[in-house]
């Protein structure tokens, strides 16, 4: 069992930057890293993912503005999100996955003020 805190989540102004962290309590070398999040009112979606090779995948309405990376050494994933729109204020939540295991942080708030 891998439990995942998240850390980094915040307020800031549209066009800020933010960087959240995920920290497991085990190690990750293996398994599948993602960010996702939840608006109020809207389902969770994907926001960015990276393999254990260190490919990466975004959502559309990402691509550009952020970007994730893992660091297997600190056990730890990082979204660095920039240029921050008010679109984008959710609950942000780490992912982890590996095989038939699916561990998730407990979230983060991003709030982006217009």
């Known amino acids: 069992q891998v439990q995942l805190v998240e850390s980094g989540g915040g307020l800031v102004q549209a066009g800020g930057s933010l960087r959240l962290s995920c920290a497991a309590s085990?190690?990750?070398?293996?398994?599948?890293m993602a960010w996702y999040r939840q608006a109020p009112g809207k389902q969770r979606e994907l926001v960015a993912a990276?393999?254990?090779?260190?490919?990466?995948n975004y959502a559309d309405s990402v691509k550009g503005r952020f970007t994730i990376s893992r660091d297997n050494d600190k056990n730890t994933v990082y979204l660095q999100m920039n240029s921050l729109k008010p679109e984008d204020t959710a609950v942000y939540y780490c992912?982890?996955?590996?095989?038939?295991?699916?561990?998730w942080g407990q979230g983060t708030q991003v709030t982006v003020s217009s």
């Open positions: 085990g190690s990750i070398f293996s398994i599948i």
């Open positions: 992912n982890g996955f590996s095989g038939p295991f699916d561990y």
């Open positions: 990276i393999g254990t090779g260190g490919s990466t």
